[in-house]
């Protein structure tokens, strides 16, 4: 049983923009999937659907055995479920690191507030950023900043992670320290779905490799292969 499992799955953007074109994808729990393709070919807006940030029109999309559709308990039972990390690291400015992490209503309801510190310290001590913890997200580099998003993440104990390229925004500088958090989770044996520029990391991390272009999934490999012939 697939923990993802894209079944002909279309979209549109309004009347006639076709993002989504038949997607047929299947996840086992475990494995760690990039997504490569040129701008513009949807990669971004596949894994939006797989916590249902965006929805689809045409077939059938479920995630951890909930089929998502129009069942708004399904829709929540996923979102806790599937943690994301965007390009843009998407923190509360005006909260600190830690209230970034313990104010998020989706993992700490009825949670006394002393254990909630506690959990969100444990994922700050996983990415190595918890000396940062009262801090303000502008205090901190870009590295540190995307560091803290994962660990927002992680806070769901999440089955399933998505990240939606989550170095573009960096300085060359600090890719790698990110990537290591990635790939630190990836060794644990994290279902992860990737969109990422990087190659040598998604050599490194994938265990396969897909290639979109114009909505279509049009490629599928595992990394030696699709490496080695490009
Ligand atoms: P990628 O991640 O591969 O760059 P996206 O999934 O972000 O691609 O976008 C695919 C296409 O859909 C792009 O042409 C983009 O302009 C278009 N698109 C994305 N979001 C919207 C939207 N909300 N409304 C209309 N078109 C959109
Ligand atoms: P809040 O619920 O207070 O907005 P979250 O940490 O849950 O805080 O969400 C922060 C950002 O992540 C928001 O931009 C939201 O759209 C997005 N988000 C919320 N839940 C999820 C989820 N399960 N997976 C991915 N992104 C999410």
């Known amino acids: 049983e697939p923990i993802i499992n894209f079944e002909k799955v279309n979209k549109w953007y309004g009347n006639d923009f076709h993002v989504l074109r038949d997607i047929n994808l299947q996840v086992a729990q475990g494995e760690r999937l990039v997504i490569c ?13 797989i916590n249902a940030l965006e929805e ?22 996923v979102r806790r479920q599937v943690g994301m990390v965007f390009q843009q690291f998407n923190l509360f400015p005006h909260l600190s690191v830690l209230e970034n992490l313990t104010l998020s209503p989706t993992w700490v309801a009825g949670m006394p507030k002393k254990e909630a510190i506690e959990k969100a ?5 996983r990415v190595q950023i918890a000396e940062q913890a009262n801090k303000y997200p502008l205090q901190l580099s870009g590295g540190q900043q995307q560091r803290v998003a994962i660990a927002r993440a992680l806070c769901l104990t999440p089955k399933i992670m998505l990240f939606d390229e989550p170095t573009s925004a960096l300085d060359p500088e600090m890719i790698k320290e990110v990537l290591d958090v990635i790939m630190e989770l990836a060794d644990g044996g ?25 909505g279509q999934i049009v490629e599928e490999n595992n990394p030696e292969e699709f490496f080695n012939n490009p």
Not at 37 to 49: D, E
Not at 56 to 77: H, P, S
Not at 195 to 213: P, Q, S, Y
Request: net charge negative; aromatic share 4%.
């Open 121 to 125: 310290m444990h994922q700050l001590e």
């Open 37 to 49: 393709g040129p701008s513009g070919s949807g990669k971004s807006t596949l894994i939006r659907c």
């Open 56 to 77: 689809y029109q045409e077939g059938k999309l479920t995630v951890v055995d909930q089929l998502l559709g129009d069942d708004l308990k399904a829709v929540d039972a």
């Open 190 to 214: 994290m279902t992860m779905l990737c969109v990422t520029h990087e190659m040598g990391f998604a050599k490194a991390v994938a265990n396969r490799v897909i290639f979109m272009d114009q």
